[in-house]
């Protein structure tokens, strides 16, 4: 009885949208085990592919066209952004280069290209409210789609 419940709580691991603490929990009928299932979570809008850099920024793919955006964590340092820069459609970036900044209260960032490739749209969506990078950063704050140049770069 134990086993299925362990084949059951291991079948239902879900993705997640980026590395998160583990969370370590004693389902019902695992009691004597000595160890614990580590259950990871997220919302059913950060179930597809998410890269992530070592500066914050995200990217997903879809039909050769990455959208890019700032990671959960990276908004909350942030906090309440009140502008943002953002490059012209048709801009040529390689990866890691600035392609503009975010301002909040507190602080201004500069964001980096994940990928190399070429701007195809900014989310215009912003001008008007960059508090969207706070409230939905992974769906309606992203920032900019862009072609990718390699694919393959960005796979590993």
Same mark, same amino acid.
Not at 4 to 19: D, G, Q, T, Y
Not at 54 to 67: A, L, P, R, S, Y
Not at 92 to 116: D, I, T
């Given at each position: 009885? =134990?086993? /299925?419940? +362990?084949?059951?709580? &291991?079948?239902?691991?879900?993705?997640?949208?980026?590395?998160?603490a583990p969370c370590l929990l004693q389902p019902s009928g695992l009691q004597g085990w000595g160890g614990a299932?580590?259950?990871?979570?997220?919302?059913?809008?950060?179930?597809?592919?998410?890269?992530?850099?070592?500066?914050?920024?995200?990217?997903?793919?879809?039909?050769?066209?990455?959208?890019?955006?700032?990671?959960?964590? =990276?908004? /909350?340092? +942030?906090?309440?952004? &009140?502008?943002?820069?953002?490059?012209?459609?048709?801009t040529k970036l390689n990866k890691q280069e600035e392609f503009g900044a975010l301002e909040s209260v507190k602080?201004?960032?500069?964001?980096?290209?994940?990928?190399?490739?070429?701007?195809?749209?900014?989310?215009?969506?912003?001008?008007?409210?960059?508090?969207?990078?706070?409230?939905?950063?992974?769906?309606?704050?992203?920032?900019?789609?862009?072609?990718?140049?390699?694919?393959?770069?960005?796979?590993?």
């Amino acid at each position: 009885m =134990a086993l /299925e419940h +362990l084949w059951a709580a &291991v079948f239902n691991l879900r993705n997640v949208s980026e590395p998160a603490a583990p969370c370590l929990l004693q389902p019902s009928g695992l009691q004597g085990w000595g160890g614990a299932v580590r259950l990871l979570l997220t919302s059913p809008a950060v179930l597809s592919v998410r890269k992530f850099t070592d500066k914050h920024e995200w990217v997903t793919t879809e039909n050769g066209i990455g959208t890019v955006g700032i990671s959960n964590l =990276a908004q /909350e340092v +942030l906090g309440d952004v &009140v502008y943002c820069s953002l490059p012209e459609v048709g801009t040529k970036l390689n990866k890691q280069e600035e392609f503009g900044a975010l301002e909040s209260v507190k602080a201004a960032s500069e964001l980096y290209s994940p990928l190399s490739g070429e701007v195809t749209a900014i989310n215009e969506a912003l001008e008007e409210n960059p508090g969207l990078v706070n409230k939905s950063c992974y769906e309606d704050g992203w920032l900019i789609k862009m072609t990718l140049s390699n694919l393959q770069n960005w796979m590993n």
